[in-house]
């Protein structure tokens, strides 16, 4: 069974950058085959930030983030990042690491989420 666990979320001020960390436990190539941070607002829905496939290391990006946020993984850690530059007020959210199993049609496994909070 995937366990996902995030951490380095925290307060910012506008400009500034963060680092998550998704620390991986009971990934298999198969069942950790995609790689994602999604992010949720207070009101809105939950959207995608950026996957990262682990075997080929080919990433994709929202747009509002394109340019800002980089996605990696430590495949011997079995830890994936989200390095967060140039951070907007607007990037506040809680952001959630997921897994998604090779030929799954969603992602299938999520974390707990942490927090990001962006001041102006």
């Known amino acids: 069974q995937v366990q996902l666990v995030e951490s380095g979320g925290g307060l910012v001020q506008a400009g500034g950058s963060l680092r998550l960390s998704c620390a991986a436990s009971?990934?298999?190539?198969?069942?950790?085959?995609?790689m994602g941070w999604f992010r949720q607002a207070p009101g809105q829905e939950r959207e995608l930030v950026a996957t990262?496939?682990?075997?080929?290391?080919?990433?994709r990006y929202a747009d509002s983030v394109k340019g800002r946020f980089t996605i990696s993984t430590d495949n011997a850690k079995n830890t994936v990042y989200l390095q967060m530059n140039s951070l907007k007020p607007e990037d506040t959210a809680v952001y959630y690491c997921?897994?998604?199993?090779?030929?799954?049609?969603?992602?299938?496994?999520w974390g707990q989420g942490t927090q990001v909070t962006v001041s102006s």
């Open positions: 009971g990934c298999t190539f198969s069942s950790c085959y995609d």
């Open positions: 990262i496939t682990r075997s080929t290391g080919t990433t």
């Open positions: 997921a897994a998604r199993r090779l030929g799954a049609p969603v992602y299938n496994s």
